[in-house]
């Protein structure tokens, strides 16, 4: 199996912000950490986690 694009909404105390993943660009949030910082956030990271956590699953 191979993941093509995923795409997650994230809401919390501060708003809500939009995960990306395409096989082309990766991993992207539309939060203002990764926008300035260009690097995995906090929301990338649970993404990550929840998608880890699905795919194991089925194993």
């Known amino acids: 199996m191979e993941l093509?694009?995923?795409q997650f909404k994230a809401s919390g105390s501060t708003g809500s912000n939009t995960v990306n993943y395409d096989d082309v660009d990766g991993w992207w949030?539309?939060?203002e950490d990764f926008h300035y910082?260009?690097?995995?956030c906090k929301h990338i990271r649970e993404c990550k986690k929840?998608?880890?956590?699905?795919f194991y699953e089925e194993c």
């Open 4 to 6: 093509v694009f995923a």
């Open 29 to 31: 949030c539309s939060c």
């Open 37 to 40: 910082r260009k690097h995995e």
């Open 50 to 54: 929840i998608l880890r956590g699905l």
